[in-house]
C-alpha cells in the first residue's frame, strides 16, 4: 500500500497553489487567449495551462515518484487512469467561462490521492482570496478557520447549487433543465456560480446546503469531496448510492437525510466514466 507524509505534502501543494493564484489573479481582469475544447462553452486559456505546468513542474519535482491527473494534460491526451498509487488530481481554472468574463468566481483545486481515497484537498479562489483546505482525519478550514455543512435535512429550506454545464449534447440539457424545474419549486432556492468547486464549498462552508451535476470530471471533485466530508457533509451519487470519483456524477449535502430526499427528485443522466476508453 502506497504511504506519504501528508503533511510536507500538503505544505508544498499549498505554497504552489499560492503562487499559482497569483497567476489567476493578475491575468483574470487582462484579454485572454481563449481555445475551444469540446464544445463553444467548453474553454482553455494561456492561465489554464500555465497554472497547470507551475503545479505539475513543483509538484513532481518535490514527489518524483507521484502521478497526476491533470485537466488540460488529459485534454491534450493523457490518460485519465487512477491507481493506488499516490496521484495529484488538479484543475488549475475551475470556472474558466467565469475566468475569461472576469467573473470573479474561479478557483484552483488540487487533491492528493493514495490508495484511491482523498488524503489532501485545496481549493483556492484567488480572486477573492478563499482558501478551502483540508487534510483527512483533520477537519475543513477556510482561511484556517474551521468550517462546517449547514446541517439541514428540510428539503424546503435547503438552498440549492445546480450548474448548467459545458455540454450542449440534447440530453443533458434536457436533464438539466428538468431537475432545476422539480426542484424549484420544492426547495427553498437553486443557485448556479459557475464552479462546481466552489459550489462545493459553498456546501462545505454552510452558505448552501447541497449540490448536484452531471457530467463534471474528477478534477472538479477530487479536493471538494474531501473537504465536505471533513466539515461534516455528505456525499452520494446523485441515485443515492456511493460516490465514485470518476463516475462524472455527484450529490453533495448538508446531510445524507437531505442527499436522499433530492436524490429521489432528480432525473438521471450517465456520462462516460473519465476512466473509460474513449
Known amino acids: 500500500m502506497a504511504s506519504v507524509n501528508t503533511e510536507e505534502c500538503f505544505s508544498v501543494a499549498l505554497k504552489l497553489v499560492k503562487e499559482g493564484g497569483n497567476l489567476v489573479r493578475d491575468a483574470i ?5 481563449v481555445e475551444i475544447k469540446s464544445s463553444v462553452v467548453d474553454l ?6 500555465a497554472v497547470e505546468k507551475l503545479l505539475i513542474t513543483g509538484l513532481s519535482k518535490a514527489f518524483t515518484d507521484h502521478k497526476f491527473i491533470g485537466e488540460e494534460s488529459v ?9 493506488d498509487e499516490p496521484t495529484w488530481i488538479i ?3 475551475d470556472g474558466t467561462m467565469n475566468f475569461v468574463h472576469s467573473f470573479p468566481y474561479t478557483c484552483i483545486s488540487v487533491a492528493l490521492w493514495v490508495n484511491k481515497e482523498a488524503e489532501i484537498g485545496i481549493v483556492y479562489n484567488p480572486v477573492l482570496e478563499q482558501m478551502f483546505t483540508a487534510i483527512k482525519g483533520q477537519g475543513a478550514f477556510l482561511n484556517d478557520e474551521k468550517i462546517s455543512a449547514s446541517g439541514e435535512t428540510d428539503l424546503g429550506q435547503a438552498l440549492v447549487f445546480s450548474e448548467m454545464g459545458t455540454s450542449r449534447d440534447p440530453e443533458k440539457v434536457d436533464t438539466v433543465i428538468t431537475n432545476i424545474t422539480t426542484l424549484m419549486t420544492k426547495v427553498h432556492g437553486i443557485r448556479g456560480i459557475g464552479s462546481a468547486a466552489l459550489s462545493m464549498m459553498s456546501v462545505a462552508a454552510g452558505w448552501g446546503d447541497a449540490f448536484y451535476h452531471f457530467k ?3 478534477w472538479d471533485m477530487a479536493a471538494g469531496c474531501l ?4 466539515a461534516g457533509g455528505y456525499l452520494c451519487d446523485p441515485q443515492g448510492g456511493p460516490f465514485d470519483l470518476m463516475s462524472r456524477r455527484v450529490l453533495c449535502a448538508s446531510t ?11 432525473k438521471q443522466y450517465q456520462p462516460v466514466r473519465d476512466d473509460a476508453d474513449k
Open 29 to 33: 481582469k487582462k484579454t485572454k487567449n
Open 256 to 266: 445524507p437525510e437531505l442527499a436522499q430526499k433530492i436524490a429521489k427528485l432528480l
Open 75 to 83: 485534454a491534450a491526451g493523457e490518460k485519465c487512469v487512477l491507481t
Open 91 to 93: 484543475d488549475p481554472i
Open 44 to 49: 482553455v486559456t494561456e492561465s489554464d495551462k
Open 216 to 218: 463534471l470530471c474528477c
Open 227 to 230: 473537504i465536505i466530508r471533513e
